[in-house]
T-cell receptor, first 108, second 114 residues
Framework: GIQVEQSPPDLILQEGANSTLRCNFS?????LQWFHQNPWGQLINLFY???GTKQNGRLSATTVATERYSLLYISSSQTTDSGVYFC??????????FGTGTRLTIIP | GAGVSQTPSNKVTEKGKYVELRCDPI?????LYWYRQSLGQGPEFLIY????????DSGLPNDRFFAVRPEGSVSTLKIQRTERGDSAVYLC???FGGGHGELFFGEGSRLTVL
């Protein structure tokens, strides 16, 4: 099956800083999504981004499908951005395989 | 409902007991997924329904685990003869299906087997 590698595993930043999270896939996918898991465990869908670039406020994501990786950018970090960020990939409606996540801690 | 609803939010049971976890997906979503998440890990796929049928149950760890979705909406995950290793957060997600695979997750059911 697909292997999903995320980096870095942990990231500690000061409020206001910018960050880049990376996700590599062992095989091609046509369904790629980014999620934020808040400290209460709720998984929130951030982006559905099988290719190209999308932006939503301070967050943006870019997927280079031919090179099997995706990047999540967070600008002007806030304490509410803390949590674990997961990327997941698969084909169509089939199962998504998740990475082990990047734990982001934003210090006030 | 507005989001994916899971019940119970917490379940504590004894080893060997039977457990049912329920998932009510977003109205109109035809695809429904069950995942399991252990501490410090990413969600691990269990089973995927398209309508009433299980399209992929390759993630179910053994025959103690079973899931149904009889009317194509609510789904129940059933675990027989629970073991301590079954302790985890069980997550349900739904999507529109038909090639638009954006997943929306419920808050999960935390299962603790003593």
């Amino acid at each position: 099956g697909i292997q999903v590698e995320q980096s870095p595993p942990d990231l500690i930043l000061q409020e206001g800083a910018n960050s880049t999270l990376r996700c590599n896939f062992s095989d091609s996918v046509n369904n790629l999504q980014w999620f934020h898991q808040n400290p209460w465990g709720q998984l929130i869908n951030l982006f559905y981004i099988p290719s190209g670039t999308k932006q939503n406020g301070r967050l943006s994501a870019t997927t280079v499908a031919t090179e099997r990786y995706s990047l999540l950018y967070i600008s002007s970090s806030q304490t509410t951005d803390s949590g674990v960020y997961f990327c997941a990939g698969g084909f169509g409606n089939e199962k998504l395989t998740f990475g082990t996540g990047t734990r982001l801690t934003i210090i006030p | 409902g507005a989001g994916v609803s899971q019940t119970p939010s917490n379940k504590v049971t004894e080893k060997g007991k039977y457990v049912e976890l329920r998932c009510d997906p977003i109205s109109g979503h035809t695809a429904l997924y069950w995942y399991r998440q252990s501490l410090g890990q990413g969600p691990e796929f269990l089973i995927y329904f398209q309508g009433t049928g299980a399209a992929d149950d390759s993630g179910l760890p053994n025959d103690r685990f079973f899931a149904v979705r009889p009317e194509g909406s609510v789904s129940t995950l059933k675990i027989q003869r629970t073991e301590r290793g079954d302790s985890a957060v069980y997550l349900c997600a739904s999507s529109f299906g038909g090639g638009h695979g954006e997943l929306f997750f419920g808050e999960g059911s935390r299962l603790t087997v003593l």
